[in-house]
Structure formats: C-alpha cells, structure tokens
C-alpha cells in the first residue's frame, strides 16, 4: 500500500506540470486551432534563461520571476512576429512555422547554453514537511506552485476585463472585434501567459530532469496527450488530463509496464483518445449544420 501510495503521489506533482503545458497548449489551440509544437521548446529556452540568472548570482525567486516576465515578453512577440503574418494561410504554412519554431528555439538554446547536461537545483527542502514518507520536497514545492499558478489564471480569466476579453476574443474573434476588442493584441497575451506558463512547468521540471536543449520533448507529449485526453478546447478539461496521465504514468510504469516504457503512456493516451473519443473527456462535442 505504501509503494501505492508514493506512486499516487508522485503522479499527482509529475501531473500538475502536465497540466500546466496541456493548458498552454490548449490556449494556443483556442486562437489559432493549432498545436504548437514549439512550446517545450520555448519553455526550455527560458528555464535556460532562468539557470543563467542564477549561475550569475541572482537569487531563485527572483529569477524566476523575472523568467516568467521574460517568457511572457517572448511568446508575445512570437505571435506577433511569426504567427500574424500567417494565421489565415492554409493549415500546412501554420504547421511548418510551428515546427520552425521548434527547430529555432532547440539550436538556439543549443547555440547559446551549449548542449552539455547542466544541474538545476531545487529550492525547495529534500524532505517534505507534509507526507515525507509518500513525497518529497521538490514534488510538493513544485505540485504547490503549478497550482498556484492555475488557480491565478483560472481568477484572471474569470474575473478581469482583459481576462474576459482574451476568452471571448479566441472564442469568437469576429463577434469580439465587432464590440471593440482588439482581437490581435488579445491573442498576443494568450500566446504571452501560454509562454509564462511553460516557463514555470519547465522550471519545475528542470530539478528532477538534468537541463539540456531536449529536456521538454517528452514533456511535451505528456501535455499533449493531457491535452486531448482532457479534452483539447476545454482549458480546465486539459488541467485534469495533466493529473490523470501523471498518475497513470506512474502506475503503470510501476505495476505494469515498467519504468523504461513509461513514454508509451502517452502516445497511447493519444492515439486511444483520438480513436475512441475525440473531444475528450471533458471536450464540447461540436454539431454542424450541412
């Protein structure tokens, strides 16, 4: 029951950064009705970013901080850079800027940071102050900060102007542009906080995975497979897809599978979802009139 018990644990933090860049990804995907396939890449790019900052002497939080305001910077100017000039071409031209973007953002951490393994260190303590027999202190820091982070984007798109803006600018753009929302700037921030929120997921996961340029390509399909599996135009459907596939991940890998096959979890999650129930779980089903 213990070995339970530690797996259920362990999911549960591994799953809240599956959440965090399924919420990213879901974001993207609700202005452009595309996946990014660049968001490991830029997340890792800034948690490059953030061990600079403190290899350089700054303090973590502050670093971190000023990661996610860095992050937030970039991936609006991704959108309005790489992504206007494009959003209204054909289904291929968007695909291959996305996949552009996956290529630049890996040579450039690559180019810049060098390909070499780099330690991250935690800032949290080894032992965890609440349930240390089932967690640790890395995986209850980081499960506590993932959270956080949801609940302050859950309250902002739920109780802000801007916040309502960008919601219904994504949703429904001509109508949005039609009462004065300025659609463009409104998708900007979207790709903006999907960045900060990668960002942080990758800062999260730097400590318990050495830092190298391909550090998020795994992660990434975990977020995907949360994503879908949550259902792919439901931001909070996506959030408990994270927390789903992170536990079925240690479980399985655990009980059934094996440690070594645990990736496999997710491109099935993928494939299962895509075959067996599209809109996944908590997804709208969409009607069309013909």
Request: glycine share 12%.
């Amino acid at each position: 029951m213990d070995g339970f018990l530690l797996q259920v644990f362990s999911g549960l933090a591994n799953g809240s950064i599956y959440a965090a860049v399924g919420l990213a990804l879901v974001m993207i995907y609700q202005s452009t009705h595309h996946i990014n396939f660049a968001q490991g890449e830029m997340a890792t790019f800034s948690t490059f970013i953030c061990w600079w900052l403190i290899d350089s002497g700054m303090s973590y939080w502050l670093a971190f901080f000023l990661t996610v305001g860095v992050a937030f910077i970039g991936g609006v100017v991704v959108q309005r850079v790489f992504i206007r000039p494009v959003e209204r071409k054909p289904v291929l031209i968007n695909v291959i800027v996305f996949v552009a973007l996956l290529v630049i953002f890996n040579a450039m951490s690559g180019w810049i940071f060098e390909h070499t393994l780099k330690a991250f260190d935690s800032p949290f303590p080894v032992r965890s102050a609440v349930l240390p027999e089932y967690i640790s202190g890395h995986q209850l820091g980081s499960l506590g900060v993932t959270l956080a982070v949801l609940l302050v984007i859950y309250l902002f798109f739920r109780f802000t102007p801007i916040g309502l803006a960008m919601r219904g600018a994504a949703q429904n753009p001509d109508s949005a542009s039609l009462v004065g929302i300025r659609v463009t700037w409104m998708l900007a921030l979207g790709w903006g906080l999907a960045s900060a929120i990668g960002a942080v997921a990758g800062m999260m996961m730097a400590p318990i995975m050495f830092l190298d340029p391909n550090m998020m390509a795994g992660i990434l399909l975990y977020g995907f497979a949360a994503a879908l599996l949550g259902g792919i135009d439901n931001p909070w459907g996506a959030v408990a897809g994270g927390f789903i596939v992170g536990v079925l991940e240690n479980l399985l890998g655990a009980y059934v599978i094996g440690s070594d096959l645990k990736l496999t979890v997710a491109l099935v999650l993928i494939v299962g979802t895509l075959t067996l129930k599209p809109n996944g779980l908590f997804g709208q089903k969409v009607v069309t009139r013909v």
